[in-house]
C-alpha cells in the first residue's frame, strides 16, 4: 500500500487551509462586488460533452473512465464548459448571467512548479452580452480580485485572437490556423526555435514564418503595436475593440499600468474566438500565469444550446497563493484558538469545560488542556500551538468568578471578570 497522495495532488494541512480560506475570501467578496452569484457543478461530466471544443491537447489531459452504466464520464478540467452546458439547457435564463465559481478541477499534465494535476479554479463567467464592455468588465474583476487578495504587482498581457487569425491568413498560414493557434500558444514555454520548427510543417514559406514571428513578438507600446497591426491588416475591426476595451480599462476603471498588448497570447483552449488575456505576477514569473481568459461566443452553440455570446476568467488558485508568498504579501498565521483553558489539576475540568463552551458561545476560538497534567504542561502546550492567550482555572477562579488571563506574547498577566475577559479575547 502506498502511503502517498497520487502524482500531482497534495494534502492541505490547516495551515495551509487558512491561507486558502483568506484568499478564498477576498477573492469572493470582489465577484460579488460586481454582482456576481455562485455556482458549483458536477465534478464529472459527459466526456463528449468536455471534448466538444477542448482542443486535442487539452483532450489528452481529461481524467475520464466508463461509469457501471458503460457511459463515457470525465473529470472537468475547467468550468467554463460546464457552466455554458448549465446555460445551454436553460436558454431562457434573463441575460446578462454573471456567475463564480471557486472549484477543484483535474488535468493529466506533467506535474511542476504551479502545475498540479488536481488544482482549484476560481473565477468569473459572463454570459449574453457581446461588446467591448463585457470584457473589460471580465479583464478589471481579474485584476482588482488578485489586487484585493494581496497581488502587488502584474500585468495583464492581453489580445484579440481574431487578430493573429487575421495575421496568419495574411502570412500563407490561414488552411491550418487552429494547429498553428496551437504552436504560437507554446511560443513562451517551447521558445522561438521550437514554433518556427513546428510551422514550418504547415508552411514551408520560411520568410512569412519569420515575419509573422517578428511581428507576434514585437516590443513598444500598446499604441505602437496596435498602429503596426492596423497598417498591416486590410479589415482590422478587431484592432479597434482591443482599443476600445483598453480604452475603456483606462477611463472607466482606472487599469492602466497593467495593460500590456501582447500578440503571442492565444491560449490553448479551442473555443476562444475573440479577447484573450493572460496574468503574471512580476516578482513570481517562476509559477507561470495566475489569471487567464478570454471570449468563448460559439461554445453554448457548440454543445447544442442557442448562439449566446460569452466571456470569461480563471484565476489559479495555488499558483496565485504560491506568487503571493513569493512575493511575501501572504502573511496568515494559522491559529488553532484564541485561547486555552487551563484547569490547575483535574478537580477543575468540569469548570474549564463549562468555561469553554461559553466563550465559543460568543465565537471565541477556545481549547482546554487535555494533559490534565497541572499547569506547566498546559502552558507548554500553549505555547507549542501558537496560542496568544490562557485563562487559569484553579479554587481561586471558581470560587471568585475571576478569571486569570495571561498574554503569553507579552507575558502579562491581569485578572477579569467574564464580560472582560471576552472582551479582551475578541478584540
Given at each position: 500500500m502506498r502511503l502517498q497522495t497520487p502524482r500531482g495532488t497534495k494534502d492541505y494541512l490547516p495551515a495551509d487551509m487558512v491561507k486558502r480560506r483568506f484568499v478564498i475570501e477576498k477573492l469572493r467578496k470582489v465577484f460579488e462586488s460586481y454582482g456576481y452569484g455562485e455556482v458549483m457543478t458536477p465534478a464529472f461530466e459527459y466526456l463528449e460533452l468536455l471534448e466538444a471544443k477542448a482542443g486535442e491537447e487539452v483532450k489528452e489531459q481529461i481524467y475520464w473512465f466508463k461509469d457501471k452504466g458503460g457511459r463515457l464520464l470525465g473529470l472537468r478540467f475547467e468550468m467554463t464548459t460546464p457552466i455554458a452546458r448549465i446555460v445551454a439547457q436553460n436558454p431562457v435564463m434573463p441575460k446578462p448571467i454573471r456567475f463564480y465559481y471557486i472549484q477543484p478541477v483535474w488535468r493529466y499534465e506533467e506535474p511542476q512548479r504551479g502545475r498540479l494535476r488536481e488544482f482549484s479554479h476560481a473565477g468569473i463567467e459572463l454570459i449574453g452580452y457581446s461588446g467591448p464592455s463585457a470584457d473589460a468588465e471580465v479583464i478589471a474583476v481579474t485584476v482588482n480580485a488578485l489586487k484585493k487578495a494581496g497581488l502587488k504587482d502584474l500585468e495583464v498581457r492581453v489580445n484579440d485572437r481574431r487578430i493573429v487569425e487575421k495575421l496568419l491568413e495574411t502570412y500563407g498560414l490561414g488552411h491550418r490556423i487552429e494547429d498553428a493557434l496551437r504552436i504560437l500558444d507554446k511560443l513562451e514555454r517551447k521558445g522561438e526555435a521550437y514554433v518556427k520548427e513546428q510551422l514550418k510543417k504547415i508552411s514551408e514559406n520560411e520568410k512569412n514564418i519569420q515575419e509573422l514571428i517578428k511581428i507576434i513578438k514585437m516590443e513598444g507600446s500598446n499604441d505602437d503595436k496596435l498602429k503596426t497591426v492596423e497598417e498591416i491588416l486590410s479589415e482590422n475591426g478587431e484592432v479597434t475593440y482591443l482599443y476600445e476595451v483598453s480604452d475603456e480599462l483606462k477611463n472607466g476603471y482606472n487599469i492602466v499600468r497593467e495593460i500590456k498588448v501582447d500578440y503571442t497570447i492565444v491560449r490553448g483552449l479551442a473555443y476562444y474566438t475573440g479577447i484573450v488575456f493572460e496574468v503574471k505576477a512580476?516578482?513570481?514569473?517562476?509559477?507561470?500565469?495566475?489569471?487567464?481568459?478570454?471570449?468563448?461566443?460559439?461554445?453554448?452553440?457548440?454543445?447544442?444550446?442557442?448562439?449566446?455570446?460569452?466571456?470569461?476568467?480563471?484565476i489559479g488558485l495555488e499558483r496565485l497563493i504560491d506568487a503571493l508568498e513569493l512575493e511575501g504579501s501572504l502573511k496568515v498565521t494559522y491559529l488553532p484558538a484564541r485561547v486555552m483553558v487551563l484547569?490547575?489539576?483535574?478537580?477543575?475540568?468540569?469548570h474549564g469545560l463549562n468555561l469553554a463552551e461559553k466563550l465559543r458561545e460568543r465565537d471565541i476560538p477556545t481549547l482546554i488542556s487535555m494533559k490534565k497534567r497541572g499547569l506547566s504542561h498546559g502552558l507548554e502546550q500553549a505555547n507549542k500551538s501558537n496560542i496568544p492567550y490562557v485563562v487559569i482555572l484553579g479554587e481561586k477562579e471558581v470560587k471568585s468568578g475571576l478569571y486569570t488571563l495571561r498574554d503569553l506574547r507579552k507575558w502579562r498577566e491581569e485578572i477579569v471578570d467574564f464580560d472582560e475577559l471576552v472582551r479582551k479575547l475578541s478584540s
Open positions: 512580476l516578482r513570481a514569473l517562476e509559477v507561470g500565469s495566475v489569471a487567464g481568459g478570454g471570449r468563448y461566443d460559439e461554445l453554448i452553440k457548440t454543445i447544442g444550446g442557442p448562439q449566446i455570446p460569452a466571456t470569461g476568467m480563471s484547569p490547575v489539576n483535574e478537580k477543575y475540568w468540569i
